[in-house]
């Protein structure tokens, strides 16, 4: 796939710095820092905003967003506390602000927590008509779920109308890291959409720089604060996956 003449493709895996300010004029800043760097993908973390439930602030901030990242692939994204994130919305809430986040038609990519709705696919499809690329995502901070249940959350989500599977999880051993790669780089290999792969915290710490082993197409580096358990630096990971 090649958005905004940048190629993402699996096992070439490009470093993501996700933005987790808490007002849209730090995020808008950032943005701007990281852009200036190099950066060829943000996530900008919407749930961590102050001004989310601000949509007349939203949408300004989203278009202010979009055009700080012309040239720079940009996912939106609003994670549940469930799944590591800040937000309390309810189900109906969350699909609301992901249309509107499609509608505004700012995002190249929206990330949709797969396991969170009663009908994922119904709200992709409902997405994706509005002309939006879907990042189907599971984050599991409890545990690494068996080889072939890990398979099979992969697989459901691969069989929706999404462009990207995302998953990650939490290891408690070093066997789970490495059986979770295998797994990963099992799907890879046979899929024909991007995927997105790690495991978390210290032990996972080195499935975020082998995506030219396990075939994920995005790394996630942190910018002075951490999205999730076991980021480093962006700067430090891309000299490690260079």
């Given at each position: 796939?090649?958005?905004?003449?940048?190629?993402?493709?699996?096992?070439?895996?490009?470093?993501?710095?996700?933005?987790?300010?808490?007002?849209?004029?730090?995020?808008?800043?950032?943005?701007?820092?990281?852009?200036?760097?190099?950066?060829?993908?943000?996530?900008?973390?919407?749930?961590?905003?102050?001004?989310?439930?601000?949509?007349?602030?939203?949408?300004?901030?989203?278009?202010?967003?979009?055009?700080?990242?012309?040239?720079?692939?940009?996912?939106?994204?609003?994670?549940?506390?469930?799944?590591?994130?800040?937000?309390?919305?309810?189900?109906?809430?969350?699909?609301?602000?992901?249309?509107?986040?499609?509608?505004?038609?700012?995002?190249?990519?929206?990330d949709m927590e797969y396991y969170t709705y009663d009908e994922p696919r119904n709200l992709i499809a409902t997405l994706k008509k509005l002309g939006a690329r879907v990042i189907c995502s599971h984050h599991d901070f409890d545990e690494?779920?068996?080889?072939?249940?890990?398979?099979?959350?992969?697989?459901?989500?691969?069989?929706?109308?999404?462009?990207?599977?995302?998953?990650?999880?939490?290891?408690?051993?070093?066997?789970?890291?490495?059986?979770?790669?295998?797994?990963?780089?099992?799907?890879?290999?046979?899929?024909?959409?991007?995927?997105?792969?790690?495991?978390?915290?210290?032990?996972?710490?080195?499935?975020?720089?082998?995506?030219?082993?396990?075939?994920?197409?995005?790394?996630?580096?942190?910018?002075?604060?951490?999205?999730?358990?076991?980021?480093?630096?962006?700067?430090?990971?891309?000299?490690?996956?260079?």
């Amino acid at each position: 796939m090649r958005i905004k003449n940048i190629n993402i493709e699996n096992f070439n895996p490009l470093v993501c710095v996700p933005i987790v300010d808490t007002t849209i004029e730090e995020s808008l800043s950032t943005a701007k820092t990281l852009v200036e760097d190099g950066v060829e993908v943000i996530e900008w973390r919407l749930d961590y905003l102050k001004e989310l439930s601000d949509i007349r602030a939203l949408d300004n901030g989203l278009k202010d967003m979009a055009d700080i990242c012309n040239y720079t692939i940009l996912i939106g994204t609003i994670r549940t506390i469930e799944e590591g994130g800040n937000c309390t919305f309810k189900e109906d809430e969350m699909k609301q602000y992901l249309i509107h986040i499609a509608k505004s038609k700012t995002c190249d990519f929206i990330d949709m927590e797969y396991y969170t709705y009663d009908e994922p696919r119904n709200l992709i499809a409902t997405l994706k008509k509005l002309g939006a690329r879907v990042i189907c995502s599971h984050h599991d901070f409890d545990e690494t779920p068996e080889d072939d249940i890990a398979l099979t959350l992969l697989e459901e989500m691969e069989c929706s109308e999404c462009d990207v599977v995302k998953m990650a999880v939490m290891p408690v051993t070093t066997t789970d890291v490495t059986r979770f790669m295998d797994v990963c780089n099992a799907f890879a290999m046979e899929t024909s959409k991007l995927t997105i792969t790690m495991s978390m915290g210290e032990l996972g710490r080195v499935s975020r720089f082998a995506g030219n082993v396990t075939g994920s197409a995005v790394t996630f580096g942190s910018f002075n604060t951490k999205s999730a358990p076991g980021q480093i630096d962006y700067k430090r990971l891309k000299e490690i996956i260079s």
